[in-house]
């Protein structure tokens, strides 16, 4: 599985932040949108770790980035980070 993220581009009044993942069963692209270019890349980080988090590979612990249970290394919106695990944990706490 691979995760690119586009740099950010300004459009009509914001900015915004392409993002794809590419699942086995076919790739999610999205965009995130900010009020500036580095807001709108750490949304779609954010993004990106709420898919890997909820997908099923996560549950069944079939995914892992480096080692399993160590975390994919994107930081997680606030309110989700009770479902951290490993060094996203120990890092966002």
Same mark, same amino acid.
């Given at each position: ?12 009044? *914001? ?6 993942? @590419?699942?086995?069963?076919?790739? /999610?692209?999205?965009?995130?949108? $900010? ?17 890997? *988090? ?6 069944? @612990?079939?995914?892992?980035?480096? /080692?399993?249970?160590?975390?994919? $290394? ?20």
């Amino acid at each position: 599985m691979e995760v690119l993220i586009e740099g950010p581009r300004e459009r009509r009044g *914001y900015w915004m932040c392409s993002y794809k993942i @590419g699942w086995p069963e076919g790739a /999610k692209v999205a965009e995130a949108r $900010g009020a500036d270019g580095v807001q709108a890349l750490y949304l779609a980080m954010e993004a990106i770790a709420l898919n890997l *988090y909820g997908s099923e590979y996560h549950r069944s @612990g079939e995914l892992y980035w480096q /080692k399993p249970g160590k975390g994919y $290394g994107f930081p997680m919106p606030k309110p989700a980070r009770d479902d951290l695990i490993g060094d996203d944990r120990e890092l966002q706490v």
